[in-house]
Nanobody, 125 residues
Framework: QVQLMESGGGSVQARGSLRISCAAS????????MAWFRQAPGKEREGVAT????????YYAPSVRGRFAISRDSAKNMVYLQMNILKPEDTAMYYC??????????????????WGQGTQVTVSS
């Protein structure tokens, strides 16, 4: 049974850092496309970062490029999102998701069949 569970969210001041985690079970994180999405109140869900099965193949939304980093720990079967130089506009619920279909890794939410429950990140100015 595929399960994803996020943790590590919280409140932080602008320009601070936070690392959120996603614990995966029922599959192997380095064999599939993993992604982080976020959704702020009244806004659409946004793909923040993706991690392909091919080493080094990552994607970042322009709004977070250079500040966020996605990574995985195969031994722990976990995925992380390191967030630096946080801005108030980064405030959102952050979700971990997995796309089991081989050969693709995008930020199209419909491609991701399994999601975590989310972890809230709040950045104050």
């Amino acid at each position: 049974q595929v399960q994803l569970m996020e943790s590590g969210g919280g409140s932080v001041q602008a320009r601070g850092s936070l690392r959120i985690s996603c614990a995966a079970s029922g599959f192997i994180v380095n064999a599939v496309c993993m992604a982080w999405f976020r959704q702020a109140p009244g806004k659409e869900r946004e793909g923040v970062a993706t991690l392909d099965v091919r080493p080094g193949f990552t994607y970042y939304a322009p709004s977070v490029r250079g500040r966020f980093a996605i990574s995985r720990d195969s031994a722990k079967n976990m995925v992380y999102l390191q967030m630096n130089i946080l801005k108030p506009e980064d405030t959102a619920m952050y979700y971990c998701a997995v796309d089991m279909t081989p050969g693709r890794c995008s930020t199209i939410p419909a491609n991701f069949g399994h999601w975590g429950q989310g972890t809230q990140v709040t950045v104050s100015s």
